[in-house]
T-cell receptor, first 111, second 114 residues
Framework: KNEVEQSPQNLTAQEGEFITINCSYS?????LHWLQQHPGGGIVSLFM???GKKKHGRLIATINIQEKHSSLHITASHPRDSAVYIC?????????????FGSGTQLTVLP | KAGVTQTPRYLIKTRGQQVTLSCSPISGHRSVSWYQQTPGQGLQFLFEYFSETQRNKGNFPGRFSGRQFSNSRSEMNVSTLELGDSALYLCASSWGAGGPEEQYFGPGTRLTVT
């Protein structure tokens, strides 16, 4: 089973700051997911990436397959970015939907 | 197009009872996965259904079961409820292709067992 470690667990930032959330996993994977969960529980898929870098607005996700590490960056953070960010990986074999999740990073952005 | 819907959104049950939760995927999606989220264990995979067949199951007791209908709608059932089953139950749908693909999550059903 893949072990997924996220850091930090909690992060408080001032509006406008650059944010980095890290995710490490133990077994080689085909892709990694970054998810966002707002209070109330709804989860939104932010990125799925298997190599390199992806960018969507102020969000950037990178992955280093050799290092088994991924980062999620938020540029010019805003209070509406306050949420829990979760990385998730599929198993090395079997269904890609059988995700293992990190414990999440609670991000609070203060105005 | 309409997103993933889950019903009911909130549910309170008593220990020993059983419960059925429903998930309607995005139109055209054939894979439905179920996840349990608790403060202690975080998010955990329950099972995945594709074309009315259970494709994978996570490490949960047999009290947790599910099924999928021909229109891809899925239900999960928990029998003989325990206090520890109190959780947010999320379903997610996707096309069901063999490899990794983006999943679309529903709003979840919050189950409280008293």
């Amino acid at each position: 089973k893949n072990e997924v470690e996220q850091s930090p667990q909690n992060l408080t930032a001032q509006e406008g700051e650059f944010i980095t959330i890290n995710c490490s996993y133990s077994v080689g994977i085909s892709a990694l997911h970054w998810l966002q969960q707002h209070p109330g529980g709804g989860i939104v898929s932010l990125f799925m990436l298997s190599s390199g870098k992806k960018k969507h607005g102020r969000l950037i996700a990178t992955i280093n397959i050799q290092e088994k590490h991924s980062s999620l960056h938020i540029t010019a953070s805003h209070p509406r970015d306050s949420a829990v960010y979760i990385c998730a990986v599929p198993p090395s074999s079997g269904s890609a939907r059988q995700l293992t999740f990190g414990s999440g990073t609670q991000l609070t952005v203060l105005p | 197009k309409a997103g993933v819907t889950q019903t009911p959104r909130y549910l309170i049950k008593t220990r020993g009872q059983q419960v059925t939760l429903s998930c309607s995927p995005i139109s055209g999606h054939r894979s439905v996965s179920w996840y349990q989220q608790t403060p202690g264990q975080g998010l955990q995979f329950l099972f995945e259904y594709f074309s009315e067949t259970q494709r994978n199951k996570g490490n949960f007791p047999g009290r947790f079961s599910g099924r999928q209908f021909s229109n891809s709608r899925s239900e999960m059932n928990v029998s003989t409820l325990e206090l520890g089953d109190s959780a947010l139950y999320l379903c997610a749908s996707s096309w069901g292709a063999g490899g990794p693909e983006e999943q679309y999550f529903g709003p979840g059903t919050r189950l409280t067992v008293t």
